[in-house]
């Protein structure tokens, strides 16, 4: 009987404990929405209804085009490189590119999938030790190789554009970057995850996060006047800003012990005072597709378990002790919200933690067991708050999923909100096991894959 009424005692205290901490964010997240559909409702009415809304293909070619200088590291790609390559070349709609493709000196099979794709707008560029190191370093030294080419040919990118080795690129995203880049030192295209059939619940939580996260949550970032991150891949860094970087770190614009050098290197362009900027905008008239860059995430649970690792533990864990907190406050928000997954998934454990026990004691109280389980008035209250907001929140992620992808996906994400807590609890455990003991050292990369549609075109 005591140790019931300890259980119930402890569930309780778990409870207050999670509902307290669930209201914060969610109080937190629900001034990002209404931030976000103030900022639509400001736009329809006062600039939209002057100037007619931007298409990329609208805004293409203003003038002559320019330079672009491709980054694409990779160590174990040759399964993807190729194809990747291929289809790149093919897709890219501007007339002066070239790809820098980083590849390992003991790493032969992706270095002979490069060089099988034979186009003289591809330079291979071997990384001088065994792999892997890490992407920063690899990133590193694709800009050595830029330097040498710019020394031996006298032209300059206007930008150089970051890309991962399993990525489908837009046709317009080059031409987009080309006469955006004089406006703002960054450029960030949305990134949408391809929904793999094979893998509804693990790859298809990707889908959910980033149609919220880039849909909305970037916008009111560069609403209220924080940096934007960037995600590694569809983003541009105008070629002067990434010199000042390198001018500061010592010749390397990329941090080469940073397992998120991409998030970073958006903050560090802010701190700087200099513009980031996203851009989120329909390829052509009459259709909703954004200009984007795509590909395939983790199908597999240990998979995404452990990008998600690197993710927590460069921006929660790394990140804080490297970039700090400073900025205005909409920067300083922002930070907070990047770094707030070790304590949610602490509150996520502590909640269903308290759940269990409930259901534990109620299944006792049913057998006749002496368990009474009750919960306060002002517990239930804040449980009622927390539903309500609860139901908001899955309302807006359904609905930015469905507006991504589809109804039937916009409804699987509903349930799919599982998958996702428990994937971030068990990167949340490894990130800090790994930032205890010093932080990961090498690549901790997952295995990609290219669309087979994209090979077979």
């Not at 980083?102 to 032969?108: A, E, P, V």
Request: contains cysteine.
């Amino acid at each position: 009987m005591t140790s019931a009424f300890l259980l119930a005692d402890a569930a309780s205290e778990l409870m207050l404990f999670a509902a307290v901490g669930f209201l914060l964010f969610a109080l937190d997240d629900l001034a990002v929405d209404l931030i976000y559909f103030a900022r639509r409702a400001w736009r329809a009415m006062t600039i939209y209804t002057r100037y007619p809304r931007a298409f990329a293909t609208s805004i293409a070619m203003l003038w002559k085009p320019r330079f672009i200088a491709i980054f694409i590291p990779a160590w174990d790609e040759s399964l993807v490189i190729g194809p990747m390559l291929k289809s790149t070349l093919k897709r890219f709609d501007h007339p002066d590119y070239r790809i820098f493709v980083g590849y390992y000196r003991n790493d032969l099979a992706t270095a002979a999938a490069i060089v099988n794709v034979a186009d003289k707008r591809i330079e291979a560029v071997e990384v001088p030790s065994d792999g892997p190191t890490t992407k920063a370093d690899c990133l590193n030294h694709l800009y050595d190789a830029l330097l040498t080419y710019e020394a031996g040919t006298g032209r300059s990118p206007i930008a150089v554009v970051l890309h991962d080795a399993e990525d489908v690129v837009h046709p317009f995203e080059l031409t987009l970057f080309d006469q955006l880049i004089d406006r703002a030192a960054l450029i960030q295209l949305p990134v949408q995850p391809l929904v793999d059939p094979s893998s509804t619940w693990v790859s298809g939580h990707y889908c959910d996060e980033f149609a919220e996260s880039h849909g909305k949550e970037l916008v009111v970032r560069e609403a209220v006047g924080a940096a934007i991150p960037l995600a590694g891949v569809g983003c541009a860094i105008e070629r002067n800003a990434l010199a000042r970087l390198a001018a500061i770190q010592e010749g390397r614009p990329f941090i080469g012990t940073s397992m998120t050098e991409d998030y970073e290197m958006g903050l560090r362009l802010g701190a700087l005072g200099l513009k980031t900027m996203f851009v989120r905008i329909p390829a052509r008239t009459g259709s909703n597709a954004v200009v984007a860059s795509r590909g395939h995430f983790p199908a597999s649970f240990d998979a995404a378990v452990r990008q998600k690792a690197r993710w927590v533990g460069g921006i929660a864990f790394a990140g804080w002790d490297r970039l700090g907190w400073r900025g205005g406050l909409g920067e300083r928000w922002m930070r907070m919200r990047d770094r707030r997954g070790p304590l949610a998934a602490l509150l996520m454990v502590a909640g269903y933690a308290a759940v269990l026990i409930w259901i534990q004691l109620g299944l006792a109280r049913s057998l006749g067991a002496p368990a009474h389980p009750s919960l306060s008035p002002a517990l239930k209250s804040l449980l009622t708050i927390n539903a309500w907001l609860l139901g908001w929140r899955v309302l807006m992620r359904s609905g930015f999923v469905t507006a991504n992808y589809g109804l039937r996906q916009g409804l699987v994400s509903i349930p799919r909100l599982l998958v996702g807590n428990l994937i971030a609890i068990l990167a949340v455990k490894r990130a800090l096991f790994l930032h205890a003991s010093g932080g990961p050292k090498s690549w901790d990369k997952t295995r990609h894959i290219f669309p087979a549609e994209e090979i077979a075109s």
